[in-house]
């Protein structure tokens, strides 16, 4: 299984940058997936899901309004849409796939390799 992550950059705040993520390996339509970032010297933290089937999205509520993410099944990527960037944003931010119907840190079973995303006040 390999996720791969693109996308990330640098941007100066209030911009947007969207992540890209090309899944393989997995039966994509099957697994929900989500977004996770990691800035330095903290933990990774929960940024995005979304469910396989129905494929509802979920947030932390503090980026919702900022953050949007997608799936597209047929090609077995999944996005995240993220505007109004702030320079707390900066982390290297993660695909991973769940088997579940949620996103859980500690049940994901597929991690992407992640992508530097720096933004600059």
């Known amino acids: 299984v390999q996720l791969q992550a693109c996308g990330g950059g640098l941007v100066q705040a209030g911009g947007s940058l969207r992540l890209s993520c090309a899944a393989s390996?997995?039966?994509?339509?099957?697994?929900?997936m989500g977004w996770f970032r990691q800035a330095p010297g903290k933990e990774r933290e929960f940024v995005a899901g979304i469910t396989w089937g129905a494929g509802n999205s979920y947030y932390p509520d503090s980026l919702k309004g900022r953050f949007t993410i997608s799936r597209d099944n047929a090609k077995n990527m999944v996005f995240l849409q993220m505007n109004s960037l702030k320079p707390e944003d900066t982390a290297i931010y993660y695909c991973?796939?769940?088997?579940?119907?949620?996103?859980?840190?500690?049940?994901?079973?597929?991690w992407g390799q992640g992508t530097l995303v720096t933004v600059s006040s």
């Open positions: 991973a796939a769940d088997d579940g119907v949620l996103v859980a840190i500690e049940t994901v079973d597929y």
């Open positions: 390996g997995l039966t994509f339509s099957k697994y929900s």
